[in-house]
């Protein structure tokens, strides 16, 4: 009795010391716990008695826990608590009877486990899951994404086109989604992605795939990473899910290193599981089938196999002996061919290999060789045939195809011999032709087609590009929607055409349609034979011919094949457009040439001093001068003709005329009167009123000396206190025709220097020239040089000399300025136009601070450069560069690029420095700000800042606003930066804040690096300090663990 005592006083300590020793031993020889078991009952003479009771007791234990265990009497079962209801152990009411050794289901001894009726003599059956992403696919919902960009929907992932996508719009982690609808809900335990190639670094990397039955909530099903791709790879992924969920979507949270966190989905296909009874075990007749319910074998497995029995390894083979035992052998040690493999189970059985676990790969440094008898073994047709992705070299044509094809474009009666076709659609049925890319035709012998749906059907034929077509034989179609008919012939470009034999179309909608002809640049055509079209909108018609410019006149040719001396051989249009056709300059094939349409040259050269005459129709010729003025010369006798007098001439022209070719002087004029009255060597009055033009003096030098000539001399050696005029002519007739002061008109033919005027002033307060009102050069003018090589040459500086110290040059350049002591220079047409008051002002260019009123000290360099508002000390360089506050330099307006070989460099003297302070913040201004891609609206700024509809019309401008929209920017948006700077109390000098009500916000990108370094040198302090706990937290580890082992030495010896 008192050794009971001591086990139960003993047990009961153990049982209130569990925590500490953790097992119970009740037996009745004082041996310990085994340790496998919390609790070890151990006797020889007795039992463990487990409550009894019955179903009512047994149901009405409140609150029974999982795993409670009692024995009902009712029928003397033991019952186990599941958590939600009792369930028997061992035999019950459907568990299985025993009769002598046979268990069995039913009175036909038939076993089956997993269903109700079974074939066989035992049979277990499970579910297994079925079905195809090409019959249980999901796609009756609607997609969404997080984002998206441009026209990359979220509905490209999933509508069944492996060529469009869905691409983010710069954000990571980032998700697409696919909504079900209510009442469609799928049990969803597989899915499929797919890339069809190019730059793997958009491909997604890491991703959670997860369900959702409220679009809210989410159960994340299967997660990957670090997943790389492959080109035109469909790569599959298979969880355990049994629920039904509405939502479903692809978290990415990494892509393959595209910059910008750039990731695309080509394809994303879900499949809900289909479940069947599958039969797993099969015994009848003496055979057993695993996989199967028809074994045709003593053993039939269809399935996989897993055999074990130690020796088994990577690499290895199931092999027998004579005796019949399996077992493991290296395959190595077992020799075999291909060929034997081919023709296991009968000739050709062993030809295919299914690749679903993985691509098929050859690895080592020998290669892959196909070989074959050209014209010999199957056709394609033989093996395979119709749409589909496949890759196969067929000996008989030799012949090779990779890509996927969506008809019969691969069948053996589209194969050309010894040809190529990769891609997807492509045809290449021409003997010894290529198609690569897309919907690409190459039906010519030894022609190739490149690109998207071009064809190449002429022999030697190649097109290349979009939509292109070369049927002409040793043809070429490169570009967009080209073609080439022609023999030889080329089309380069957007829709060009060259039908002629070796003909040739560049450009964008040109013609060359006649043999050997070329059209070049827009919309020409060149439709003669030998025939030239160039520039736009020009034709050439006929044979030979060639034209240039634009929009030249249309005409009717005599002939396109042959020479014909009335037709045109050159032409140069000068057009405007297709109603206002000329031609600047027509050259005949007769050697007419006629000037704007309007006068034909001569055709001969002509004699010495003959003049060129126009019969007033178009036509000119040369002629000679007596033919026009009826006159003669004949030595120095005067001679009076028709009422004139001739001087040295016979046949004068006017009412007299002198001509000298003996003395020095043809006239003089003497007057040596005293009188106090006008005194005038030569005095000609015009009192006529006709409308003709009067000359009050006219000099005509047309001799061949080499001295210098001079149409009028005036010496004026008078010391008197008058005023002195070496010619003085007062012009003050009302008749409308031309009035001259002074007409020099002198011949070109003579070698000497010729001076229409010459005047030599000398002394500071001179004037070789002094005019009031307008002047007319129509040739070069000189200033500073005698040899003037342009309109105007001056050599040395340009000064305004008037009140204001400015300097203003082309139409209108400063025409409202007020002139007090401005110090303006314009330069350029409509230049500083409406400057009153604005002063120290440079404006250089057409329209350049054209409608700035009172600006100053601003600079403007380029057409329409800082065209409006009226700011101080700014500088626009560049087309159509804007001003929007004062202190400004902006360069360019719609420029995409501005740089050069070296950095910028900001002055950063420390010896001129002053309140220099350490308050810049880090992190804590670093992590506020918010890096974002974006597109800018230039149309909308451009309102803002009010730049002018003229120059925002103008062709050049309007395409390159566009081409600045289009650019996708990085970067940070400015209110988001000052905003960030302001809650941390920064007064952070990165930030541009507008100026007034025009001016817009910008921000100084370098500015951002001087916070960044602080960043990093927070963050390094930071990485300093958790070493050093962390080197703390190893020491206590080490601590602790020794503490523990302590510990466990103690409890061993308590035990």
């Keep these: 009795m008192k050794k009971k005592v001591i086990i139960i006083v003993f047990t009961i300590s153990m049982v209130l010391t569990s925590p500490l020793f953790?097992?119970?031993?009740?037996?009745?020889?004082?041996?310990?716990?085994?340790?496998?078991?919390?609790?070890?009952?151990?006797?020889?003479?007795?039992?463990?008695?487990?409550?009894?009771?019955?179903?009512?007791?047994?149901?009405?234990?409140?609150?029974?826990?999982?795993?409670?265990?009692?024995?009902?009497?009712?029928?003397?079962?033991?019952?186990?608590?599941?958590?939600?209801?009792?369930?028997?152990?061992?035999?019950?009411?459907?568990?299985?009877?025993?009769?002598?050794?046979?268990?069995?289901?039913?009175?036909?001894?038939?076993?089956?486990?997993?269903?109700?009726?079974?074939?066989?003599?035992?049979?277990?059956?499970?579910?297994?899951?079925?079905?195809?992403?090409?019959?249980?696919?999901?796609?009756?919902?609607?997609?969404?994404?997080?984002?998206?960009?441009?026209?990359?929907?979220?509905?490209h992932a999933f509508d069944d086109d492996q060529i469009s996508l869905w691409r983010n719009n710069g954000s990571m982690p980032v998700w697409v989604r696919y909504d079900l609808s209510d009442g469609n809900e799928k049990a969803i335990a597989r899915y499929r992605m797919y890339w069809s190639g190019g730059n793997v670094t958009y491909t997604p990397k890491d991703w959670q795939f997860q369900a959702s039955d409220d679009g809210t909530n989410w159960t994340t099903l299967d997660s990957r990473s670090n997943e790389s791709w492959n080109s035109g790879e469909w790569r599959a992924f298979t969880f355990s899910n049994t629920t039904p969920y509405r939502y479903y979507q692809i978290n990415i949270t990494a892509n393959n290193g595209a910059a910008n966190n750039a990731v695309y989905l080509m394809e994303i296909e879900m499949q809900a599981m289909i479940y069947s009874n599958h039969p797993t075990l099969f015994v009848a007749n003496n055979k057993v089938g695993i996989g199967t319910e028809t074994p045709a074998a003593t053993l039939e497995v269809n399935g996989?196999?897993?055999?074990?029995?130690?020796?088994?390894?990577?690499?290895?083979?199931?092999?027998?002996?004579?005796?019949?035992?399996?077992?493991?052998?290296?395959?190595?040690?077992?020799?075999?061919?291909?060929?034997?493999?081919?023709?296991?189970?009968?000739?050709?059985?062993?030809?295919?290999?299914?690749?679903?676990?993985?691509?098929?790969?050859?690895?080592?440094?020998?290669?892959?060789?196909?070989?074959?008898?050209?014209?010999?073994?199957?056709?394609?047709?033989?093996?395979?045939?119709?749409?589909?992705?496949?890759?196969?070299?067929?000996?008989?044509?030799?012949?090779?195809?990779?890509?996927?094809?969506?008809?019969?474009?691969?069948?053996?009666?589209?194969?050309?011999?010894?040809?190529?076709?990769?891609?997807?659609?492509?045809?290449?049925?021409?003997?010894?032709?290529?198609?690569?890319?897309?919907?690409?035709?190459?039906?010519?012998?030894?022609?190739?087609?490149?690109g998207f749906n071009s064809t190449a059907s002429g022999d030697l034929s190649t097109a290349m590009g979009s939509e292109n077509n070369a049927s002409g034989m040793y043809s070429t179609a490169m570009g967009d929607s080209t073609n080439a008919s022609g023999m030889f012939s080329t089309a380069i470009g957007k829709s060009t055409t060259a039908s002629g034999v070796s003909s040739v179309a560049m450009g964008l909608n040109t013609t060359a349609s006649g043999d050997l002809s070329t059209a070049m640049g827009n919309n020409t055509n060149a439709s003669g034979i030998y025939s030239t079209a160039m520039g736009s909108n020009t034709t050439a018609p006929s044979y030979i011919e060639t034209s240039i410019g634009s929009y030249n006149t249309d005409y009717t040719p005599i002939s396109n094949v042959s020479w014909d001396a009335s037709d045109r051989l050159f032409v140069v249009g000068n057009g405007e457009n297709s109603a206002n056709k000329s031609n600047a300059l027509t050259i005949y094939k007769d050697g007419r040439m006629n000037i704007n349409d309007a006068y034909f040259m001569p055709q001969t050269d002509g004699?010495?001093?003959?003049?060129?005459?126009?019969?007033?129709?178009?036509?000119?010729?040369?002629?000679?001068?007596?033919?026009?003025?009826?006159?003669?010369?004949?030595?120095?006798?005067?001679?009076?003709?028709?009422?004139?007098?001739?001087?040295?001439?016979?046949?004068?022209?006017?009412?007299?005329?002198?001509?000298?070719?003996?003395?020095?002087?043809?006239?003089?004029?003497?007057?040596?009167?005293?009188?106090?009255?006008?005194?005038?060597?030569?005095?000609?009055?015009?009192?006529?009123?006709?409308?003709?033009?009067?000359?009050?003096?006219?000099?005509?030098?047309?001799?061949?000396?080499?001295?210098?000539?001079?149409?009028?001399?005036?010496?004026?050696?008078?010391?008197?206190?008058?005023?002195?005029?070496?010619?003085?002519?007062?012009?003050?007739?009302?008749?409308?025709?031309?009035?001259?002061?002074?007409?020099?008109?002198?011949?070109?033919?003579?070698?000497?220097?010729?001076?229409?005027?010459?005047?030599?002033?000398?002394?500071?307060?001179?004037?070789?020239?002094?005019?009031?009102?307008?002047?007319?050069?129509?040739?070069?003018?000189?200033?500073?040089?005698?040899?003037?090589?342009?309109?105007?040459?001056?050599?040395?500086?340009?000064?305004?000399?008037?009140?204001?110290?400015?300097?203003?040059?082309?139409?209108?350049?400063?025409?409202?300025?007020?002139?007090?002591?401005?110090?303006?220079?314009?330069?350029?047409?409509?230049?500083?136009?409406?400057?009153?008051?604005?002063?120290?002002?440079?404006?250089?260019?057409?329209?350049?601070?054209?409608?700035?009123?009172?600006?100053?000290?601003?600079?403007?360099?380029?057409?329409?450069?800082?065209?409006?508002?009226?700011?101080?000390?700014?500088?626009?360089?560049?087309?159509?560069?804007?001003?929007?506050?004062?202190?400004?330099?902006?360069?360019?307006?719609?420029?995409?690029?501005?740089?050069?070989?070296?950095?910028?460099?900001?002055?950063?003297?420390?010896?001129?420095?002053?309140?220099?302070?350490?308050?810049?913040?880090?992190?804590?201004?670093?992590e506020q700000l918010r890096p974002v891609t974006y597109y800018l609206d230039v149309e909308k700024l451009d309102d803002y800042t009010g730049v002018s509809a003229e120059y925002r019309n103008d062709p050049v401008a309007e395409q390159a606003a566009s081409i600045a929209s289009s650019q996708l920017r990085t970067g940070f948006i400015a209110q988001d930066v000052e905003k960030a700077a302001q809650s941390v109390g920064y007064n952070f000098s990165g930030v541009d804040t507008p100026k007034n009500s025009k001016d817009v916000y910008g921000l100084r990108y370098a500015e951002f690096v001087v916070p960044l370094v602080k960043a990093v040198q927070e963050q390094q302090q930071t990485i300093e300090t958790q070493n050093q706990q962390m080197e703390l937290l190893k020491k206590d580890n080490v601590e602790l663990k020794a503490r523990l082992d302590r510990l466990e030495k103690l409890v061993e010896k308590a035990n």
Excluded at 110 to 123: D, L, Q, R
Excluded at 397 to 407: E, H, P, Q, V, W
């Design 607 to 926: 004699t010495a001093d003959q003049i060129m005459q126009t019969d007033g129709a178009g036509q000119m010729s040369f002629v000679d001068l007596s033919t026009v003025c009826g006159w003669s010369v004949s030595g120095d006798i005067i001679y009076n003709l028709n009422s004139k007098i001739g001087v040295g001439t016979s046949s004068p022209v006017a009412k007299l005329e002198v001509q000298n070719a003996s003395s020095d002087t043809s006239v003089i004029f003497t007057n040596s009167s005293n009188s106090n009255s006008k005194h005038y060597g030569s005095y000609t009055t015009i009192t006529g009123t006709g409308t003709g033009e009067q000359y009050g003096t006219y000099n005509e030098m047309i001799g061949t000396g080499e001295g210098k000539q001079y149409g009028t001399v005036q010496w004026l050696h008078s010391n008197g206190n008058g005023d002195k005029y070496g010619t003085f002519n007062s012009v003050m007739g009302f008749g409308t025709g031309d009035k001259y002061g002074t007409y020099n008109l002198i011949s070109m033919g003579s070698p000497g220097i010729h001076y229409g005027v010459y005047s030599d002033a000398q002394g500071a307060s001179n004037y070789a020239g002094y005019f009031k009102g307008n002047m007319y050069v129509q040739d070069k003018v000189g200033i500073g040089t005698s040899s003037p090589g342009e309109k105007l040459d001056v050599a040395g500086h340009i000064w305004q000399t008037s009140t204001g110290y400015s300097v203003f040059l082309g139409e209108n350049a400063g025409s409202s300025d007020d002139l007090s002591d401005n110090n303006n220079v314009f330069i350029g047409y409509n230049a500083g136009n409406s400057n009153t008051s604005g002063y120290n002002n440079t404006a250089i260019g057409f329209e350049a601070m054209k409608a700035v009123t009172d600006g100053t000290y601003n600079t403007a360099l380029g057409h329409y450069a800082y065209l409006t508002g009226n700011y101080s000390n700014s500088t626009a360089l560049g087309d159509g560069a804007s001003i929007t506050a004062d202190g400004q330099v902006r360069i360019g307006h719609n420029v995409s690029s501005i740089g050069g070989p070296q950095s910028w460099t900001n002055t950063s003297d420390g010896r001129f420095k002053t309140d220099v302070t350490e308050n810049v913040p880090g992190l804590a201004f670093i």
């Design 304 to 450: 996989t196999l897993n055999y074990t029995d130690g020796s088994e390894g990577a690499g290895k083979v199931l092999t027998s002996d004579a005796s019949g035992n399996a077992g493991w052998t290296d395959g190595s040690s077992i020799s075999n061919t291909l060929d034997a493999a081919y023709d296991q189970g009968g000739a050709g059985t062993g030809k295919n290999i299914t690749a679903d676990a993985g691509a098929l790969r050859l690895n080592g440094t020998d290669g892959f060789l196909v070989t074959g008898t050209y014209g010999s073994g199957n056709t394609i047709d033989s093996e395979i045939s119709g749409n589909g992705t496949r890759m196969f070299f067929n000996p008989n044509k030799a012949a090779f195809r990779a890509g996927n094809i969506t008809g019969n474009q691969w069948d053996d009666a589209n194969i050309g011999a010894y040809s190529i076709a990769m891609g997807s659609s492509t045809t290449a049925s021409g003997n010894k032709s290529i198609a690569f890319g897309s919907a690409t035709t190459a039906s010519g012998g030894l022609s190739t087609a490149m």
């Design 22 to 155: 953790a097992q119970v031993a009740i037996n009745t020889d004082g041996s310990s716990a085994n340790p496998s078991a919390m609790l070890d009952v151990k006797s020889d003479t007795a039992g463990l008695l487990i409550p009894r009771m019955t179903t009512a007791q047994r149901d009405a234990i409140s609150s029974p826990a999982q795993g409670l265990m009692v024995f009902v009497t009712d029928d003397n079962s033991f019952y186990y608590y599941t958590g939600s209801i009792w369930k028997t152990v061992g035999r019950g009411a459907t568990g299985w009877d025993m009769n002598s050794s046979i268990i069995y289901a039913d009175s036909t001894h038939h076993v089956v486990i997993g269903n109700s009726t079974t074939a066989g003599t035992f049979e277990v059956v499970t579910d297994k899951a079925t079905g195809t992403y090409t019959t249980d696919r999901c796609t009756s919902g609607s997609a969404s994404a997080m984002e998206y960009q441009g026209s990359y929907v979220p509905a």
